[in-house]
């Protein structure tokens, strides 16, 4: 078990799809809209071995209700800047497109949090601040101090994807099972 | 004509008991629901799905313990009423519910998911224009029922209007749903099925199937849930024995020249919770 803290740097690259990880120190979270936000006025904080969290987030006041991953692969293609920007490292459930294993390579991993673990997450963690709020509670970007999230590396450095592999298994086993050609799934 | 005295506190009691349903969905699981995730776990083989299994129980301890949701996406209200023949179908209803839905958002508190499908500018409530979704049904008493409803199975679930001759089609049409999904839907899901009806029934009958108890299956279903397992896709897509907890099938009659299939996907966090109004 590796427990990488933020801000990271090379000891991503060590990293491996399938071995499980904890991440302390600040996270970035962000969805959608604050993707293309940042894409048109620049990144608020300093993305050099930042880790950025697909999160939209409950919270009350100055207090992180629950705080679990959302699905990754809506912002398949507006994370680009953010890896070339410097950003090591991406936290969210369900991982991510080719384009972003191809982005990630040599430079930044994905780390999958458990869906649904929101309470889990929140009692690891504690509001900092947030820029962008006029995007709503979901899409703003929120400033959050981690403490030993539990993450499996879903996505290395080196084209490695955990997600891939399941779903090349899942597809080979669909069509065995229905005596199907390989390309009538859409 | 006489009036029911009951009427004019009608929408806040309905409010109040839409308020607690959504305190009780959004915070604990239903018992049926934790017995198959419980059941799932212990027979895991996978050991990246293990811990899986390991931080989704721990989370749901953790959100009884802090009385706070379960998941971040808390959804968006799907609402059924049981309506008994003394309590007139009226607009005071939907006022009910759709105030109770507004106190739950501000008080539990939930996040404001509710936004208009093109500005996407969001009413900060979770309510809207036709949302929450309210389902009236004839009933012995007044009882609601509360179905928060997360974006990321919702976004995977399917409809298809099969062929007539194609009913042994139904299997693998689920099973391609849940490749297609593969760990988006925050996996291990509950499929609700609709077979039959026509093309708007189908999909209302699916979303009704995840009403029904998780914990136990009858042979079709169950015939359709290692279909789904079979596929190894796992815990949030991590791979593992457990994709699927449970599949529901509810079906209608319909068109004999149609077969409409639909798939309504439910992560695993199958938040439900039924309050009878006090009145």
């Not at chain 1, 509001?127 to 970007?141: H, N, P, Q, R, S």
């Not at chain 2, 971040?72 to 023949?85: A, F, K, M, N, R």
Request: overall charge negative; charged content about 20%; aromatic content about 4%.
């Amino acid at each position: 078990m590796t427990d990488l803290v933020t801000p990271l740097g090379d000891e991503v690259l060590a990293l491996r799809a399938g071995d499980t990880v904890t991440l302390s120190g600040t996270i970035y979270t962000a969805r959608d809209e604050a993707h293309l936000r940042m894409m048109e006025e620049g990144i608020p904080f300093d993305p050099a071995g930042a880790a950025v969290y697909h999160c939209g987030p409950v919270v009350q006041g100055d207090r992180l209700v629950v705080a679990g991953p959302t699905t990754s692969a809506r912002m398949n293609t507006l994370t680009g800047f953010l890896i070339d920007a410097g950003v090591r490292a991406l936290i969210g459930k369900g991982g991510m497109g080719p384009e972003v294993v191809e982005q990630l390579r040599g430079r930044a991993v994905y780390l999958a949090l458990t869906g649904g673990c929101a309470a889990l997450a929140a009692a690891r963690m504690s509001l900092k601040g947030v820029y962008f709020e006029d995007l709503g509670m979901a899409e703003a970007v929120w400033v959050i101090e981690a403490d030993r999230l539990p993450l499996t590396v879903g996505i290395d450095a080196h084209g490695g994807d955990l997600f891939e592999v399941v779903r090349g298994k899942a597809k080979t086993q669909f069509h065995q099972q229905f005596n199907s050609k390989q390309d009538t799934v859409s | 004509m006489m009036v029911n005295p009951a009427d004019s506190t009608l929408p806040g009691a309905l409010a109040d008991a839409t308020e607690r349903a959504l305190r009780e969905a959004e915070i604990r699981l239903p018992q049926d629901v934790l017995a198959a995730l419980t059941r799932a776990a212990s027979a895991e083989r996978n050991e990246i799905a293990r811990q899986e299994f390991a931080n989704i129980l721990e989370n749901i301890a953790l959100a009884e313990e802090r009385q706070v949701p379960i998941c971040q996406d808390t959804g968006v209200p799907v609402i059924y009423l049981t309506l008994p023949p003394d309590v007139p179908f009226s607009p005071a209803l939907f006022e009910g519910v759709r105030e109770g839905v507004r106190r739950a958002t501000a008080t539990i508190p939930l996040r404001p998911n509710v936004v208009d499908p093109l500005t996407r500018e969001n009413t900060g409530d979770n309510t809207g224009p036709g949302m929450p979704a309210i389902h009236i049904m004839p009933g012995d008493r007044l009882t609601v029922t509360v179905l928060p409803k997360g974006a990321g199975s919702e976004n995977v679930s399917r409809i298809g209007m099969l062929l007539p001759s194609q009913a042994g089609e139904i299997k693998r049409f689920v099973a391609e749903t849940i490749l297609i999904a593969g760990g988006r839907p925050c996996p291990p899901v509950i499929l609700g099925v609709g077979i039959g009806g026509t093309f708007d029934m189908a999909a209302a009958l699916a979303k009704e199937a995840l009403l029904l108890p998780v914990d136990t299956m009858d042979d079709y279903e169950q015939e359709l849930c290692d279909a789904a397992n079979a596929l190894g896709i796992g815990p949030m897509g991590l791979g593992g024995d457990t994709t699927a907890l449970s599949v529901k099938v509810k079906r209608a009659g319909c068109h004999t020249a149609s077969l409409p299939v639909a798939v309504n996907v439910q992560c695993w966090a199958c938040r439900r919770a039924t309050v009878e109004v006090e009145r």
